[in-house]
């Protein structure tokens, strides 16, 4: 398992075949990628203030559980932090498991934590200046159903 802050861009593609070299006993791979968006012009760049050390140990934390819970293989997250721009890579999560569905519902439930309750703090730059994102209620709901 590991999770990795990156203050630089990543390249998915190679993260992906990285992931997967060597796995002769995994039955799936589920990866999920996601992306700045410009928001029609309305975002310049994006800005995530993140504290290393800290960050990355509550993402890990939450990994473990999540190797825990599906029986994964293996996990790898890897989550941009400090300035943005739109069509980067943002975050990058990959989990191994016997089967699909375990490797499916992993990822979706480690997305669903690192929108709305990892420990970042996310800004939107564009021209009509800076604005604080907080997760959606859709964002919110999305993680509470894995509560139960």
Known sequence: MSVRLAREPFEPGALLADFCRGRAETGAVVTFTGIARASSG???????????????A???????????????????????????????AIVFVATAAAHRRAAFD???????????RAPFWKKE????????????????????????
Do not use: C, N
């Not at 934390?61 to 400090?82: E, Q």
């Open 125 to 148: 730059h564009g021209p009509a200046g800076a604005r604080w994102i907080e997760p959606t209620e859709q964002d919110l709901a999305d993680a509470e159903r894995w509560d139960s």
């Open 42 to 56: 309305a975002v310049e760049r994006l800005e995530l203030e993140a504290y290393p050390g800290f960050t990355d």
């Open 106 to 116: 992993a990822a979706d439930h480690l997305m669903d934590y690192l929108k709305s």
């Open 58 to 88: 509550e993402i890990a934390r939450m990994a473990d559980a999540a190797v825990a819970r599906f029986a994964l293989d293996d996990v790898l997250i890897v989550h941009r932090w400090g300035e943005i721009s739109p069509g980067e």
